[in-house]
């Protein structure tokens, strides 16, 4: 008898499969050697920006311990693999308010992302619709949001109200009428917030062409000539152009002094925008169950568990540590949430503890600066590997899989 050699026809060691199952965003090969992870971009930001500019963007409330928290918090749970399953065409897509995403994360809304990256907000929302996935328009932006829809009409918006009821009114219609069916009201600013970093560097809202400042914009040339003076030449000084129905501030005027929420804005606000908005409504900025609980009898769609990125209040839980228990209180309403995500691994851990999709701020902007359009494609796609490469250790095939079997809390380690 001769002994049945077995020869096998796919190779054994699948650890960095040749053909990767993540095709549509591949990363970009002029930056792959540079940005590894979103953190790489940070680092690179910090060396491109002025001080300023980059205090604003990475900056937080106080001494900052609420974005630090926002980090550690990840490292209370550990993944539980699983073995032997068929992953071999796995998927990160997941479907949210009626759209199939190609992956369960989107980009942050951020204010201002003009004075950090040329043209951000055109950029962002091109880099999202060609990785299709969700970017946030900030009310703080100066591209009308109606330049924004047309190069991209999937854009969500996210509104800071006045609890002025005809201010109100004529933002939803401007809203509607831009072609927006996704409206999130942010309701964690009811005050500006104590930021030091911004204050110790020399950022101000209106901004102040300080002595200070124009050396530190003066000493960091490529953002002076592609950012500041790109967006001078262009259009002129910046407007804050959809935070009114019509109109809106110039950046070095007195009425951007503070522009966020108003302290006398409430949930009977809420009530109201519920009433005339027909389309998706999503309340950003809650961590208490408490609070989820209320957005649910007012008839929100979703919610976004943030602390604003550790901006608002120093100290603040961190979104990961209350998760859980406003999941439980959540019902029907999709939660979103966001503040310290960095890796694909950080993602799962959330969808796994019950929440439906992923907001990433700061990394996009520093991606949107250094890179471009570019910069942000390749960020999603680093993420999106990062993602598909923990399914397939979890044992995953899809998101609908997950589940909080797939992790183990610190805690209860022996
Ligand atoms: C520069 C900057 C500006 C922001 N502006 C807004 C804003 O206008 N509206 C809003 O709802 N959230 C705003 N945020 C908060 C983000 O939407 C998001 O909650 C936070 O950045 C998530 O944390 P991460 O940056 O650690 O990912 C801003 C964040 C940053 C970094």
Redesign the pocket.
């Known amino acids: 008898m001769t002994a049945l050699s077995i020869v096998p026809t796919r190779p054994t060691d699948t650890s960095s499969p040749a053909v990767s199952p993540v095709p549509a965003s591949a990363p970009i090969p002029r930056l792959w050697g540079r940005y590894l992870n979103l953190d790489d971009f940070e680092a690179a930001a910090r060396r491109r920006l002025p001080h300023a500019i980059y205090g604003?963007?990475s900056g937080g409330a106080a001494d900052g311990g609420a974005i630090r928290s926002?980090r550690d918090v990840f490292g209370r749970w550990h993944f539980v693999t699983r073995i032997l399953r068929d992953v071999a065409s796995r998927t990160p897509a997941r479907t949210l308010f009626g759209h199939r995403y190609d992956v369960p994360f989107g980009i942050?809304?951020?204010?201002?992302?003009a004075v950090a990256a040329f043209d951000a907000d055109l950029r962002m929302a091109r880099a999202a619709r060609a990785a299709n996935l969700p970017f946030?328009l900030?009310?703080?932006s100066i591209t009308p949001m109606e330049a924004v829809t047309a190069v991209n009409p999937d854009i969500w918006f996210?509104a800071?109200l006045p609890p002025d009821p005809a201010h109100i009114e004529g933002m939803l219609a401007r809203v509607a009428a831009a072609g927006v069916r996704v409206l999130?009201v942010?309701a964690d600013v009811p005050a500006g917030s104590n930021r030091e970093a911004e204050r110790r560097n020399g950022y101000t809202m209106p901004i102040r062409l300080t002595p200070r400042l124009i050396a530190d914009g003066i000493t960091h040339p490529h953002w002076l000539l592609g950012t500041a003076a790109r967006t001078v030449a262009r259009q002129g000084v910046p407007v804050i152009s959809n935070i009114q129905p019509r109109g809106g501030p110039g950046l070095f005027s007195r009425q951007v002094s503070f522009i966020g929420g108003d302290g006398a804005f409430t949930w009977d606000h809420v009530r109201q925008i519920r009433r005339s908005w027909q389309g998706t409504l999503v309340l950003?900025?809650i961590l208490s169950p408490a609070d989820a609980r209320l957005a649910r009898q007012h008839g929100v769609d979703g919610i976004v568990v943030?602390n604003?990125?550790?901006?608002q209040l120093d100290g603040a839980a961190s979104p990961m540590d209350v998760l859980g228990a406003i999941r439980d209180e959540s019902g029907d309403m999709a939660v979103l949430v966001?503040?310290?995500?960095r890796r694909g691994g950080d993602i799962l851990k959330a969808l796994a503890l019950g929440a439906d999709f992923v907001?990433?701020?700061?990394?996009f902007?520093y991606a949107a600066a250094l890179a471009g359009e570019p910069g942000l494609r390749h960020a999603a796609a680093l993420l999106r590997r990062e993602i598909d490469l923990d399914m397939a250790q979890l044992g995953l095939a899809s998101l609908e899989e997950i589940g909080p079997d797939c992790l183990l809390e610190r805690a209860t380690m022996q």
């Open positions: 604003y963007a926002n942050a809304p951020m204010g201002a992302s946030v900030s009310a703080n996210a800071y999130v942010t950003k900025g943030s604003h990125g550790g901006r966001d503040s310290g995500f907001l990433i701020g700061r990394p902007l």
